[in-house]
């Protein structure tokens, strides 16, 4: 025969949070052991930390600390954030939250906090079970854990993040160098994207700036939009029937891409001198060689897209 699994209230089995829940824990660690497959041990109740008490204070197999707390109801604001100061105050690596009922706000935030900390936070469901008439037993479950899949996420998230703020600061030196030298980008603010542009005096154009982790570029970009695909290629091939001149003007040779299978055009400088993963201290040069590029880019460009009649 095969017996039915039931649940159990928890109040019926640990009818006070401290006293019943905690003290089980204490007494069998070896429980929440074999769930985490860690080696937990001198389980301690009630350790101070300031004017809080932790309700399980254990050690890991390197004898540091573990946060341990517990809750017979449903996951609170209240508890997120005792685990955190519990885990700061004690100086943890490590911090175990066990709930009756997690809810999705703070499933999320454990596992942010995996993603964006050094520290390993485990979120677990408590249930009690018993087959048929038998004598109830703790379900332990990992609702969310660490894992070197979400440390990588969270390195790649905190990369993107600094991607972003090392490419405002590397157009905001840019736009000053450039404002002292031409009023093409006078009135353009720093971007985290990266890329920043102006109008070139036709509806649709503009000149570019782009940066990546090594080179950086500059462009004349055509794209007047989808309903005027054709456009943007006349304007091309009008701008590429005088390419020897231009080319003369800016005094080098251009990058002319049509680009067939985009509805957009593009006549660009690559600069490699170097990109925003660069020493600071390099970005001046790297600066220098994008805003002559570019001057010389207008300066080439400008009396051809005059003559253009759309």
Not at 3 to 10: A, F, N, T, W
Not at 15 to 35: C, F, G, R, S
Not at 236 to 245: Q, T
Request: overall charge negative; aromatic content about 6%.
């Amino acid at each position: 025969m095969i017996g039915k699994i039931s649940r159990v209230p928890l109040r019926e089995v640990w009818k006070h949070e401290a006293y019943d829940l905690t003290k089980w824990l204490q007494d069998n660690i070896d429980v929440l052991n074999n769930v985490l497959d860690l080696n937990l041990s001198n389980p301690e109740r009630e350790q101070s930390a300031g004017s809080f008490n932790i309700d399980i204070v254990a050690e890991d197999e390197a004898g540091q600390p573990v946060i341990i707390e517990n809750q017979l109801e449903k996951s609170d604001h209240d508890h997120l954030g005792k685990v955190i100061t519990y885990l700061v105050a004690m100086g943890a690596k490590t911090a175990i939250w066990i709930v009756s009922t997690p809810r999705p706000e703070h499933i999320a935030a454990i596992t942010w906090l995996n993603e964006s900390s050094a520290a390993n936070f485990y979120l677990l469901k408590i249930e009690a079970i018993q087959i048929d008439d038998s004598v109830p037993a703790p379900l332990l479950t990992v609702i969310v854990g660490p894992s070197e899949e979400g440390k990588g996420v969270g390195k790649a998230k905190k990369e993107m993040a600094e991607r972003y703020l090392i490419r405002e600061k590397f157009w905001a030196q840019l736009l000053e160098t450039s404002n002292q030298k031409t009023k093409l980008h006078s009135n353009i603010s720093p971007t985290q994207h990266n890329w920043l542009g102006t109008g070139a005096g036709i509806q649709g154009l503009s000149y570019n700036y782009s940066i990546r982790k090594n080179e950086a570029q500059v462009e004349l970009y055509i794209d007047r939009g989808k309903e005027k695909d054709e456009q943007n290629k006349e304007i091309f091939d009008s701008l590429l029937k005088n390419k020897i001149e231009i080319e003369k003007v800016f005094g080098g040779t251009l990058i002319w891409q049509k680009l067939e299978v985009k509805r957009a055009c593009r006549i660009s400088n690559i600069i490699t001198a170097g990109g925003y993963r660069n020493n600071t201290d390099q970005w001046p040069n790297i600066h220098e060689e994008m805003i002559e590029s570019m001057v010389q880019l207008e300066k080439a460009l400008k009396p051809q897209l005059s003559n253009i009649k759309l």
